[in-house]
């Protein structure tokens, strides 16, 4: 039987090798299994400075702060003042997307699930005021294109959770950022948090390291905060500790029960949120689902990732409630390092081993007619081209443009173009292939009149451009 101490210097010893293999200049974890808790942090929260990463250290959290919000929803379900299938209208009459008649029908349910059907990616800036939200469902989501109807597919928006977030402050008749400390991060004992580089400054805070754009080596961001701060609730700017945010993992294993006894989040919320809503279009032996704010790509573990240029940070929790883990690192890497680093904690203490990579398909196996996939496809972040070369090969390039690529800039970066071989799955899905692994699946959905596709589906939906 593992001890807790034996534990500790494990994990300890293991976060520094990963982060020196994986060239991950800092990183903190803690993990939470049954009662005991281990925390080990290492490297530095900035290479310019030197400052050694503490257990206290604060790392941009990004789109985990998804998690938050919906369980700010669903303490309003428990309190009776929200219903998941009323929609969303009826507590923001101004909510609407570019195609009014359509989003009239979008949910509450739609939202959390990633199903609302429309452009998820608003990244341009509004207000950094206490009105941002307000500004961002007025001024930025109104204008989204419509790709589906409300519910027919999963779709990652990041809009329909800034949108959740402007639902919570109405409701609450405060700002997203009082009605989270007081409703959540208070009663979890969560002190050390940021909303914006002003308020990182009071605190030890990382900053995301990324690829020069002269020299190409790693280097600290030329800013902290690379999103805008419009959509709070989304997941741009707000940072946290690995101990803070294992706070709210640990929430989920107690049943919604707080640190102090306190029932946070109801346990008949709490199981909502642990349910598989709609399914994600994946390329695993296992189904994936999407549940209320939660990511369950394999049996028994509900997960969210964050990421932005220079961050990635994980939040993983183990369902039958034996362990929840965060890890948060300053590099890209880190996504990488997370999924080395836990998956043996998660098999050990929880039973559950990693899913077994797909086999990746042949290079003998090819689309038999290529002409109804090639063209350009855009969301508002991303244009992708889709061609084919004189052997027959589907090939998917990938592009950041506007504020996406605006980020990368900003950092002192460049955006990169990303290329992958295309290879059939199955009659629906192809995989993308890169230096012969299978790093992920797109499907082509809606054939038109002209014998195209309308949509390339991702994690998000791309219209055809031409």
Request: one cysteine or more; charged letters at 20%; glycine letters at 10%.
């Amino acid at each position: 039987m593992t001890t807790t101490a034996a534990l500790q210097e494990r994990i300890h010893s293991e976060l520094t090798r990963l982060r020196e293999q994986h060239g991950v200049p800092g990183a903190s974890v803690a993990i939470a299994v049954g009662s005991d808790v281990v925390e080990a942090a290492s490297g530095v929260l900035n290479t310019r400075t030197g400052t050694p990463v503490t257990p206290s250290s604060l790392f941009q959290i990004q789109s985990i702060t998804k998690v938050f919000t919906a369980t700010l929803v669903l303490q309003l379900v428990g309190d009776g003042l929200v219903q998941l299938d009323e929609p969303v209208r009826t507590y923001l009459p101004e909510f609407r997307t570019a195609d009014d008649a359509v989003s009239a029908g979008i949910t509450v349910r739609h939202l959390l699930t990633h199903t609302g059907g429309f452009e998820g990616d608003l990244w341009q800036p509004t207000t950094d005021g206490p009105d941002a939200l307000d500004r961002f469902v007025r001024d930025l989501v109104r204008h989204a294109p419509q790709h589906s109807a409300p519910g027919q597919r999963w779709a990652y928006c990041n809009a329909g959770y800034g949108t959740l977030g402007r639902l919570v402050e109405v409701t609450r008749g405060t700002t997203y950022e009082q009605a989270l400390r007081r409703f959540l991060l208070e009663p979890l004992g969560i002190e050390d948090v940021a909303f914006s580089a002003s308020q990182a400054l009071a605190y030890g805070t990382a900053i995301p390291h990324v690829h020069g754009s002269d020299t190409g080596e790693l280097g600290p961001s030329r800013e902290w905060a690379l999103m805008p701060p419009s959509n709070p609730a989304a997941g741009n700017q707000l940072a946290m500790s690995a101990p803070g945010l294992l706070a709210l993992g640990r929430l989920f294993l107690a049943g919604g029960v707080g640190p102090t006894g306190q029932q946070v989040l109801s346990g008949t919320s709490t199981a909502m949120m642990l349910r598989p809503e709609v399914p994600i279009r994946g390329i695993g032996p296992v189904p994936s689902f999407q549940s209320l704010g939660w990511a369950l790509l394999r049996p028994g573990i509900a997960e969210h990732g964050g990421g932005a240029p220079g961050v990635a940070t994980q939040l993983a929790i183990a369902e039958d409630g034996s362990v929840a883990a965060a890890v948060v690192t300053n590099a890209d890497a880190g996504g990488q390092l997370a999924r080395e680093l836990l998956d043996p904690v998660f098999a050990e203490f929880a039973g559950i081993r990693p899913t077994p990579p797909p086999p990746v398909p042949g290079r003998t196996h090819l689309v038999p007619d290529a002409t109804p996939y090639l063209g350009r496809y855009a969301t508002r972040q991303t244009e992708s081209e889709v061609t084919r070369d004189a052997d027959g090969r589907l090939w998917l390039s990938e592009e950041p443009v506007r504020e996406g690529a605006a980020m990368y800039r900003t950092a002192g970066s460049s955006p990169t173009v990303a290329r992958y071989e295309l290879r059939p799955i199955d009659t629906e899905m192809l995989g993308l292939v890169a230096d012969e692994q299978l790093v992920g699946s797109i499907a082509f959905l809606e054939p038109d009149e002209h014998g195209g596709f309308r949509l390339l589906a991702k994690a998000r939906i791309a219209e055809r451009r031409s």
